[in-house]
Each structure stands twice: as C-alpha cells, then as structure tokens.
C-alpha cells in the first residue's frame, strides 16, 4: 500500500488530503481497505467544498484550509501493509475575516481500513 498527498485548490478553499493506493499484487482485503480510505477522504473533500460555497456566498472573503498531516516519514510512505496502523492528522482552519480564525482538528486512525477507538 502506497500513501500520497493530494491537493485541491480554489479562490475559497486549500485542501491537502491523503489518497491511499494499492501495492502491485494487492490482495482482495488491501483493495477493499483503500477503497474504504479513500472513500471516507472523498467524502470529507466533498463536504468542505459544498461547505465553502454555502460560506462564501455570504463572505466572498471566506477561506477554508485542510491540512493533513500522517504519523509517517517519507521512507514509511511508498509501501506498508495495510494491516500496519496508520494516524491521520487533520487540521481544518476557517479565516472568515474580519471574524477570529477558527481551528478543528481531527485525529482518524486506521487500519487493515477501518477506523479504531
């Protein structure tokens, strides 16, 4: 299993989100895992975008950052098994000037592709 970060950009929002993909000759239960993953990350993309442009109709000032952050190094990265736990790290920042920036975040741990307490 491979992590990456990607980014989606536009004039109300900075989105940095980890994509998981699979290792050459994944199993049928890595594939599942990432499939899992990064659904649950295509899901909270889709939300703070939709959120974004509610928030910015009102505010075209309206900026909204997504920033996450993994508990691996860059060696870590290019391949683990899915069965490893891995913690994600999302920050999530709103600057609704003149408004005081308001920060959230969130800790997902994963693994073998499902969340854990």
């Known amino acids: 299993m491979y992590l990456m970060k ?10 940095r989100y980890p994509e998981f993909a699979c290792s050459d000759g994944a199993k049928r239960r890595e594939k599942k895992a990432v499939r899992r993953m990064n659904r ?5 993309t889709d939300e703070v975008i939709a959120y974004c442009g509610t928030v910015s109709a009102e505010n075209p ?3 909204y950052l997504l920033e ?10 290019e391949n683990f098994t899915h069965l ?9 920042i709103l600057r609704n000037r003149p408004e005081p920036t308001r920060r ?8 073998n592709g499902f969340l854990m307490k």
Request: net charge positive.
């Open 6 to 15: 990607k980014c989606i950009s536009d004039r109300n929002y900075i989105l």
């Open 40 to 44: 649950f990350y295509k899901t909270v």
């Open 61 to 63: 000032r309206v900026l």
């Open 68 to 77: 996450a952050i993994t508990d691996m190094d860059e060696d870590e990265r």
């Open 84 to 92: 490893a736990p891995v913690t994600v790290t999302m920050t999530m």
């Open 104 to 111: 959230k975040t969130a800790v997902h741990r994963w693994q």
